[in-house]
């Protein structure tokens, strides 16, 4: 099965992927560190308001991870064409 096939299959998914050693020491750190201020914090509201800023870090860090995606897709498609247009001028 080729590529595209297996993409409109549902076979790959762009949103997963497997994280690096470096990414998941951060994100091991940074759960350490939300666990540390949530055991300090005393009111349900300053509990509240952690957990409504780590919900608007998720939607960032998603909402970055798309548009990325996207810029680097479109970034490879042009470099596809200038191969491509560069094969066809010489061929």
Known sequence: MTTLE???FGNINPSEYKQSGNSKKKL????????????????????????????CQLSLIALSEKDAFIEGFKISVRMTTEIYADTQQRG
Do not use: A, C, P, V
């Not at 540390?36 to 957990?51: A, D, M, N």
């Open 6 to 8: 297996n993409f409109y």
């Open 28 to 55: 091991s750190e940074m759960t350490r560190l939300l666990d540390e201020l949530r055991s300090i914090l005393t009111t349900e509201q300053q509990k509240e308001k952690i957990e409504q800023i780590e919900n």
